[in-house]
């Protein structure tokens, strides 16, 4: 832990903003002592909220593909429209594509070209490149099938078409692929993809369709895979873990439906799909699978939750009940995990085209249970369900850190050996006022903060009031300086992430996430809060060193110090509270060597400290000023951070 005055602590709450009196900061960082910090510090945490999984970071374009429903969101015919004066009717088949797929779409017609379109999510970015796709058929055809890509506006100018030849035979259901380039580029994504036949080379003059696909080149090429540009906006953070499947997700609205990972296995006319929490329906295209191939992409060590017996509406199982959930989280681990011959579900998994086990280490049971239900559920929580799962676990996957999806924070105890989950929301005060909140309670116990950001602004309503439309440069300074606090209990602290982490422009629960997108790729915007959680998390700590306050202190400046892997030294710091700049003096104890460099990383924003990155305008706010210092006599490296500043100084490799 970083050593500060303990009067300088005692006096952490916000004050008013700090004059000039204040703003230097004389600081020596230690060559010894301070902790180990954990080596997957900063990462990601996914869930299907804001259209960020369908519609969002899985690549799939066409929207309702499947035509799939639930009780809660029945089947429909959104985002399809007719063409050539079909007519589009929803039939449930006595011989449907699959049990898991049992709705498809009947396109009838009198004579010539007919079909149907999609609209997409909110549009289709088309570009000159390779999309693969495919759809299924029932019905007796001799022709030949068009697949296009085309304008919505005006002419309907046809970007790129294909001819696919018919398979189709009377009875049975025949799957038909297909890849498609376009011509040219289109110049924004008022788009559609039509799917059209002859109508009078139908027997009966119609067709059925159903699972109607269309992919664009995919991250690493994977099939079924994730989009690029949004995978790539997160690997450039350099995040080392991914938990999933999120939060709410996981829990379902109701007891029956939950996520249950063996539904999103295997072959996409396989799975059901879900009854989101968001107020839509779900294709589970993105499963378990694919999570997990996303972490092996980036390099990030899964951190899995698990369902614990509660629902969104408040229910959750009793003890008989939770037993089987125990094994079905059991059975999800050794499927990821088990050994392909001796395991039933490791022979499962490599059926279907995995036969190398995968590693797991962090397991979450449950997500937020203090919330839904509370405080009965809670209490079953506390007093049979965590401890059935943490012993049978503990019996069968010891070496799996188990992760209880509350926190100290939510008055409960962590037993011993298990890991809590802090979820801090709060306003860019609270935030900041937040700083030192792990260095006392993590003591005893591991924690994660899985899910982190400023949402509201300071004097507002809080959670009575809106959430921002999007993280704010002052909210981002403030999240920068609780990453600090975080990383100076890095011994007792598994990792942080921001959350959530995906908003679609067109529709959208959570304005607060860090990157924004629609279909135009033109439109993904990395927030405020983005820029600072790169800064910070692509030099991550080693291990923290302690610092001695010769001069100033705590607020309006806050700091970590220690050492990277790279054998270099490291000094994170933010400025919040202040109306003049802060002066900063900092020397490493053992390199006194006059003109030693370092490079000095500086994050300002803007005038007004609520100013954004606004997706339609373009304009980033956040500037980042990169610059070389040499240390002057006694190895002391001089610099100033502007108020609402975030900064990382690195020397050169240290001097053993």
């Known amino acids: 832990m970083v050593s500060v005055k303990s009067a300088v602590v005692a006096a952490l709450a916000i004050s008013p903003l700090s004059e000039a009196a204040n703003t230097v900061n004389e600081l020596v960082v230690k060559a010894t002592g301070g902790n180990v910090s954990s080596p997957i510090m900063y990462g990601l945490m996914h869930e299907d909220i804001n259209n960020s999984g369908d519609g969002g970071i899985y690549a799939e374009l066409i929207s309702n593909r499947a035509f799939q429903g639930s009780p809660r969101f029945p089947s429909n015919l959104d985002g399809w429209s007719p063409v050539g004066g079909a007519q589009l009717a929803l039939k449930n088949l006595s011989q449907p594509l699959s049990a898991a797929l049992p709705t498809s779409v009947q396109v009838s017609g009198e004579k010539g070209m007919i079909g149907l379109a999609n609209s997409g999510y909110w549009g289709i970015d088309v570009k000159k490149q390779k999309y693969t796709g495919s759809f299924y058929v029932k019905g007796e055809y001799e022709g030949k099938f068009t697949v296009s890509l085309q304008s919505a506006l005006g002419d309907k100018e046809v970007f790129g078409k294909v001819e696919v030849e018919s398979q189709s035979v009377a009875g049975e259901w025949t799957q038909h692929n297909f890849t498609l380039v376009p011509r040219k580029n289109a110049p924004n994504s008022n788009n559609t993809f039509a799917l059209t036949f002859k109508a009078e080379k139908a027997k009966n003059r119609s067709l059925d369709f159903n699972l109607i696909s269309l992919f664009p080149p995919t991250f690493n090429n994977r099939p079924n895979g994730l989009r690029p540009d949004l995978v790539e906006a997160f690997a450039a953070l350099k995040p080392k873990f991914l938990r999933f499947p999120g939060g709410n997700m996981l829990m379902g609205n109701t007891i029956d439906s939950y996520w249950k990972w063996h539904l999103t296995l295997g072959p996409l006319k396989d799975r059901p799909g879900m009854a989101g929490t968001w107020s839509y329906q779900l294709t589970n295209g993105m499963g378990l699978i694919e999570y997990m191939q996303w972490a092996d992409d980036l390099k990030l060590e899964p951190i899995l939750g698990v369902w614990a ?10 003890p008989n009940q939770t037993a089987e959930a125990v094994q079905y989280a059991l059975d999800e681990i050794e499927f990821l995990t088990g050994d392909a011959k001796r395991t039933k579900w490791g022979a499962v998994r490599a059926a279907l085209g995995y036969p190398k086990p995968w590693r797991i280490r962090y397991v979450e049971i449950g997500n937020e249970d203090w919330l839904a239900g509370a405080p009965a559920s809670y209490e079953a929580y506390k007093n049979y369900r965590f401890p059935m799962f943490y012993k049978a676990f503990q019996e069968r996957y010891p070496d799996i850190q188990i992760i209880a999806s509350p926190s100290v924070f939510d008055n409960m105890t962590i037993p011993a050996g298990a890991a809590g989950d802090w979820h801090p929301y709060l306003t860019p005060d609270n935030m900041v006022d937040s700083w030192d909140r792990l260095d006392p309670l993590t003591r005893d116990n591991l924690t994660i903060v899985g899910e982190a950001a400023v949402t509201h602004p300071n004097g507002g309503l809080g959670w009575n009031g809106p959430l921002g439309s999007n993280p704010w440069w002052i909210g981002s300074v403030a999240e920068g300086i609780f990453l600090l606090g975080v ?22 629960q959570w304005g607060m996430t860090l990157v924004q997108h629609a279909a135009d790729t033109k439109l993904t915007t990395r927030s405020t809060s983005w820029y600072v959680w790169k800064l910070l998390g692509e030099k991550p700590l080693k291990n923290t060193l302690p610092v001695t306050i010769n001069k100033g202190g705590i607020n309006p400046l806050y700091w970590v110090a220690g050492e990277s892997d790279k054998g270099t030294s490291l000094f994170k710091a933010a400025v919040y509270n202040t109306t003049e700049p802060v002066s900063v003096s900092v020397r490493f104890e053992g390199q006194e ?11 300002t924003g803007p005038e007004d400290p609520y100013g954004f990155n606004d997706p339609f305008t373009g304009v980033n706010v956040v500037k980042e000023m990169k610059k070389t210092l040499k240390a002057e006599a006694g190895g002391v490296y001089k610099f100033s951070l502007p108020r609402w500043s975030v900064a990382v100084l690195e020397t050169e490799k240290r001097h053993k």
């Open 309 to 318: 017996g509660l629902s969104l509406d408040g229910a959750f199982y009793d």
């Open 487 to 508: 990383e100076r209990n890095g011994d007792k602290v598994i990792g942080v992430t921001y959350a959530p982490l995906l908003r679609n422009l067109n529709r959208w």
């Open 593 to 603: 060597k006059k003109g030693a460099k370092a490079t000095l990383t500086v994050l």
